[in-house]
């Protein structure tokens, strides 16, 4: 069974009422810092994502990312700055405030004696006692499992699961609260480009309503691509960038690629205006060009650029320091 198939008792399942005009933001922080020690993992990171908006969390391998989140889902202690999610200290969130957030996780602890549905039936009764006409809880298991295509599923036990349908779990008992505020860890995981297509169309049929906030982490970049509103890059430790998807790519890639055939050679350029070059190529060479691509950076050039600025930038502080204990030894 496919999303398209089950899409109408899915929607129904998360469609809480009119959230009325300016909601508050989901997430705010500012000038978040977190200290190990003598090792500083984060530096004065500003974030904020608003009502049904998608953000992705990007960044490479120890910048700092889970321990973001873990910091915004109540999960860690912060040294210093200041963080509201749905309008709650992370650190003073009790029961009330949890049950408004879900979260998916890259593992869970192991359920491997329940079956599908029965599990999702005994979660989602802890969130009965927090439900309001304006955001009802828990969501029906059964529009939960055909939203994530584990209808045929239901009766099984968790263990015997394959990895994706495992991961579609996942992903069904992060959102049985109907929450407010959704984090996906690295979500499709395992999934096949089928299921991993039917995700991405959940999330958007979620955000569309413009009430659930979604915080995504991942290495895939098409994929924060295709889902996300707002990007925020973290490198050591640091926001090097944020804003819509569109004006990072544009504003941090170094142009746009022209791809094109001369004299049956193939070239390669990287410009920063490519209608005029276009233009003068066509006028220089006529018939002779052939094969003529222009492609728009994407966020993943942009996310590498940044990368590789943020070291070299790094190497030459570090450079110019070294220089300046030499000059003082001297």
């Known amino acids: 069974m496919t999303l398209q198939q089950t899409r109408p008792a899915a929607l129904e399942a998360v469609q809480p009422t009119d959230p009325g005009p300016h909601p508050a933001p989901a997430i705010e922080v500012r000038d978040l810092g977190m200290r190990y020690g003598s090792v500083q993992t984060l530096r004065g990171v500003d974030l904020r994502v608003e009502a049904g908006e998608v953000m992705a969390l990007l960044g490479p391998n120890g910048a700092g990312k889970t321990t973001t989140i873990e910091i915004l889902e109540g999960f860690r202690r912060r040294s ?12 003073a969130g009790r029961e009330a405030w949890q049950s408004r957030i879900g979260v998916v996780l890259q593992a869970w602890r192991d359920h491997r004696r329940w079956r599908v549905r029965e599990l999702l039936h005994h979660l989602g009764r802890y969130y009965r006692p927090y439900s309001s006409p304006d955001w009802p ?12 295509g584990l209808t045929d599923q239901q009766d099984q036990r968790v263990g015997r699961l394959s990895g994706g349908q495992r991961r579609r779990l996942d992903v069904a008992i992060g959102l049985v609260g109907n929450p407010e505020l959704l984090f996906l860890d690295e979500p499709t995981v395992g999934f096949d480009p089928e299921a991993r297509q039917e995700f991405h169309q959940l999330i958007r049929s979620i955000s569309a ?21 707002t990007v925020a890059i973290l490198v050591d430790g640091r926001v090097v960038a944020r804003g819509p998807m569109a004006e990072i790519a544009a504003r941090h890639a170094a142009g746009t690629e022209i791809r094109y055939r001369l004299h049956g050679r193939e070239h390669v350029e990287t410009v920063p205006d490519a209608t005029a070059r276009v233009r003068a190529l066509v006028r220089a060479h006529d018939t002779a060009l052939s094969h003529l691509e222009v492609r728009p950076q994407t966020l993943e050039d942009a996310y590498l650029q940044m990368i590789r600025d943020h070291h070299r930038a790094e190497l030459g502080t570090s450079t110019l ?10």
């Open 80 to 91: 210093s700055g200041d963080v509201r999610v749905l309008g709650c200290d992370p650190d």
């Open 137 to 148: 809880r828990p969501q029906d298991p059964d529009a939960l499992l055909a939203a994530v």
């Open 209 to 229: 309503r413009g009430r659930t906030a979604i915080v995504l982490t991942t290495h895939d970049l098409v994929e924060a691509e295709q889902l996300a509103d």
């Open 321 to 330: 320091a070294v220089e300046a204990g030499h000059h003082d030894a001297a």
